[in-house]
Each structure stands twice: as C-alpha cells, then as structure tokens.
C-alpha cells in the first residue's frame, strides 16, 4: 500500500504544471461558441480570440460577437457611439469606464456600457474571460479606439 501510494506521488510530482494546449482544448471545449481567431490588432493587449457570430447589417444595427481573453489581455479604452453589451458567459475579468473604478466582472453577469462612455474590458491577471460582445445601434458609427490601459 505504502509502495503504491509513493508511486502515485512520484509520477503525480513529475507531470508538468502546465500544459497550455491541453488548457486550450479544455477552455474550447467548455464554451457555448468556437474560440474564433486570434485577434491582431494594436487595439488589444495580450491574447484574444474572436468568432464573429452577426455581422452589421442595416435591418438589426448591430455586431455581435464572442470574445476570448487569455489571462491579463484586455481592450485598449474605447467607447460606441451606439453603446454595448457584455454577456460574460465563462471565467473572471476587469471592467471600468473612465474616471470610476475598476469592477471585477464574472460569468453570467450583463455589463451596459451606455453610448459613447469610454470604457475597457479584459480578463483579470489570473483568470480567462469569455463574453459575448453586443454593439449596437451601430447606424450611429463605429467603435472609437483609444490609448493603451496602463498596467
């Protein structure tokens, strides 16, 4: 017994703490949407994915789409002139808009980001963040991108 038992820690003790594939695979595997496609763009820090699910048109006047953030990515400050949505459907992340401050934001809750208010989200240094992201209104212009969030 005690023979197996130090096996167990062994083999246990020698498996990497990580595995970012494996995690990837997992972290897809559990959300509603496919991960989409890594986003490249100086509007961004750190890693993220988009799948867009609605693309604008002019019957609905809205973009929707599913976001991933990696550990410690986030929007650079922003606002919509029609205003935005969040849904955050997975993991933990950072909210604010300008002048108030930052709110920890989770899954299943909604965000209103009201017209026209500069604002950023991301995930938290730790924690991956899914949401789906609503611009709406999107007859009255497009998202406006701003400077870089400091660390």
Not at 47 to 65: F, K, R
Not at 113 to 122: D, K, L, M
Request: with cysteine.
């Amino acid at each position: 017994m005690v023979m197996a038992v130090t096996t167990i820690i062994i083999v246990s003790c020698n498996q990497p703490a990580t595995n970012k594939k494996a995690d990837a695979e997992i972290l897809q595997a559990s959300t509603i949407f496919p991960q989409g496609d890594k986003i490249v763009s100086n509007n961004f820090t750190g890693t993220a994915w988009l799948n867009l699910l609605v693309n604008e048109d002019t019957t609905y006047n809205t973009v929707i789409g599913n976001v991933t953030f990696e550990p410690g990515a986030r929007t650079n400050w922003h606002y919509h002139r029609g205003g935005q949505i969040l849904l955050i459907t997975k993991g933990r992340g950072l909210y604010q808009e300008k002048g108030k401050p930052i709110e920890t934001i989770q899954k299943g809750d909604i965000i209103k980001c009201p017209p026209n208010v500069i604002h950023w989200h991301g995930a938290t240094p730790t924690d991956t963040l899914v949401h789906i992201a609503i611009s709406i209104n999107t007859d009255k212009g497009s998202v406006v991108w701003l400077e870089k969030v400091s660390d």
